[in-house]
């Protein structure tokens, strides 16, 4: 059991959110109220919004909300560069002014009263404390069949992350700490805070539906997503790809014996088509393992960049002082 109260500080990637923003950044707010009333985190915890670079009115009714109520923070990104990246930009923004980070989407899908059992595992003593959709009744049952092969097409590809768990999550300023050492440009948090590894748990909740405006996830982005993820984990398409090429040189081999064999008995091996079948379909395999691998050369030619993983643009907090 922990003896300090810590400081929370709730960390909100916002893109295009006009529409919900206004209705959520309340619950954001009671929240606090609640948690703080309970004794559980400490006067100075922060709701700090990160505008991604939205193209609508987000940021201008972020900065308001900063302007009328201290508890509300905002930082804005240079230009839209996705969700991981904004959540990214805020959880390195906040680690040195709290001990503790909550990440949420801002479309109150994610039930906000975990965080309340978020806090309590914290003070009793883990760093991170994931929080895991235990039903998905309000998705469709496509996004609901969709979402969960992603988590195991990931697993099954060698990156591994925490079944049904997106990026709702507390991190202690601890892990953050050494989650800043984790410098590669191509990131995919679900995945890389578990190899930082600490004591973590997980909480339940259930999923609701959007209150306002639209996913931004549809399965072209979801796909992109789960491709992103699986090589910057894992080198297991990499395997496959060696061990299907290994297959394959087996069984050809076993054919050359047999063309051997037939045109040593006298048969002529006649047969265009399936020379052309298997050359076609060997050309195909062989472009898209080519093009497996040049996605893993890209990834370490955009690792050899180095390029910063998030600019910040603005800040409420020095728009107060000017
Ligand atoms: N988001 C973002 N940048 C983007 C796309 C989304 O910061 O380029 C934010 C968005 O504002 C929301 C969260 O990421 O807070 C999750 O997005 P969304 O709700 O559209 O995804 P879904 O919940 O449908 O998977
Ligand atoms: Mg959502």
Redesign the pocket.
């Given at each position: 059991m922990r003896q300090k109260i810590p400081c929370l500080y709730i960390v909100?990637?916002?893109?295009n959110?006009q529409e919900v923003l206004p209705i959520t950044c309340k619950m954001f707010r009671e929240k606090l109220e609640t948690l703080e009333a309970a004794g559980k985190i400490s006067p100075d915890s922060r709701v700090l919004f990160v505008n991604?670079g939205s193209k609508d009115r987000t940021w201008e009714i972020i900065s308001q909300l900063a302007k009328e109520d201290p508890h509300f923070l905002g930082i804005s990104q240079s230009r839209?560069r996705?969700?991981q990246n904004?959540v990214l930009a805020g959880l390195m923004e906040a680690k040195d002014r709290c001990d503790i980070t909550i990440s949420i989407?801002?479309?109150g899908?994610d039930d906000i009263n975990a965080m309340d059992k978020m806090v309590d595992a914290y003070l009793d003593g883990c760093e991170v404390v994931y929080g895991v959709r235990s039903k998905r009744d309000t998705d469709t049952f496509f996004k609901r069949f969709t979402a969960e092969g992603f988590y195991h097409l990931m697993n099954w590809m060698g990156a591994e992350c925490v079944f049904n768990h997106a990026d709702y999550r507390l991190i202690s300023s601890r892990v953050l700490q050494e989650f800043a050492n984790f410098k590669e440009v191509n990131i995919f948090l679900r995945g890389m805070v578990p190899l930082v590894g600490f004591k973590s748990t997980s909480v339940y909740y259930e999923r609701a539906e959007?209150i306002a405006g639209e996913?931004?996830?549809p399965l072209k982005k979801m796909l992109a997503l789960a491709f992103d993820g699986i090589t910057s984990l894992s080198v297991k398409p990499i395997r496959l790809i060696t061990g299907f090429g290994a297959l394959v040189s087996f069984i050809s081999f076993l054919g050359v014996i047999w063309a051997v064999i037939t045109s040593l008995m006298g048969h002529t091996v006649s047969g265009w088509a399936s020379t052309v079948s298997i050359l076609c379909f060997m050309s195909g395999v062989q472009l898209l393992c080519l093009g497996v691998i040049g996605e893993y050369i890209g990834k370490i030619y955009m690792e050899t960049k180095a390029r910063p993983r998030y600019i910040i643009s603005e800040r409420t907090w020095e728009e107060q002082q000017s």
């Open positions: 909100i990637p916002c893109y959110e991604d839209n996705g969700h904004a989407d801002c479309d899908q959007r996913s931004h996830y």
